[in-house]
């Protein structure tokens, strides 16, 4: 695509990434231990910032454009950039947690939404499909493939399970710097947008609501909310392009559970 800057990632390089995206699937794996009624997103933050700096890395998101905490905790009508507080969580509640490691100079970043006790079937109908248009992506972030497959293998799953994606929000390229190119939409035309090549890291992230797509900037200047206030999900990983196939650098789906 025309004026984008894509920088790819030799083998050695991607390995690297892979050790920061290991770190994260740990601390994703400390916040699921702690994630219940009662806790606050202040704790869970605290809790992750201390793993990640005792491993020698950096929590990517504090101090990125003045963001002053290392997760963003985005509760219900939250879709994304929650600051975390000390409102504590509540059986029902559906929380989006994401979060960004720096290791030896190279990011990960990855979100999980977690249901906080017994949800609502629409609830856990939302998690579920928003992780299943995930994945769905991942099996076309190959070779000669191009960003609009991407966004409409997210889409097709979203909308054939009645839900809507969030269009004002996208993916982006990773690497050294946490938004690097292409831009990467969760809806799309196969066949259109930037091609992905051998060497590519995106960070893939549906943003989807059980409502309509509008979002609004909260007072606070950092926090989306759903103009609706319909419930909204959220999941991530970074993966990385090569000729053997698609690599999720943060595969936390194999370890973490979220209900």
Request: glycine share 10%; hydrophobic share 40%.
């Amino acid at each position: 695509m025309d004026g984008q800057m894509i920088v790819t990632k030799s083998p050695a390089e991607l390995d690297a990434m892979a050790a920061s995206g290991d770190l994260l699937v740990q601390v994703h794996e400390l916040i699921t231990s702690l994630v219940r009624p009662g806790i606050t997103p202040l704790e869970l933050d605290r809790a992750a910032e201390e793993m990640i700096r005792a491993n020698g890395a950096v929590p990517s998101f504090k101090g990125f454009h003045g963001y002053p905490a290392s997760l963003c905790i985005s509760p219900n009508e939250m879709v994304v950039h929650g600051i975390p507080g000390k409102r504590a969580f509540v059986e029902g509640d559906l929380v989006s947690i994401d979060c960004g490691v720096t290791l030896d100079g190279w990011v990960a970043d990855a979100a999980v939404t977690h249901e906080i006790g017994t949800v609502s079937a629409e609830a856990t109908h939302l998690r579920e499909k928003t992780l299943e248009s995930l994945l769905a992506a991942v099996e076309v972030c190959v070779p000669g493939n191009r960003v609009g497959d991407v966004g409409h293998a997210v889409q097709t799953v979203v909308e054939d399970a009645g839900l809507t994606i969030v269009r004002s929000l996208v993916g982006h390229g990773v690497g050294r710097t946490m938004h690097e190119d292409p831009q990467v939409p969760n809806y799309g035309k196969p066949g259109r947008g930037a091609r992905l090549t051998n060497g590519m890291v995106i960070a893939v992230e549906p943003m989807v609501t059980t409502g309509g797509h509008e979002v609004v900037v909260a007072d606070d200047d950092w926090a989306i909310n759903t103009v609706d206030g319909s419930l909204s999900a959220h999941q991530e990983f970074t993966i990385a392009i090569t000729d053997d196939g698609p690599r999720v650098l943060t595969p936390w789906h194999a370890s973490v559970k979220t209900r």
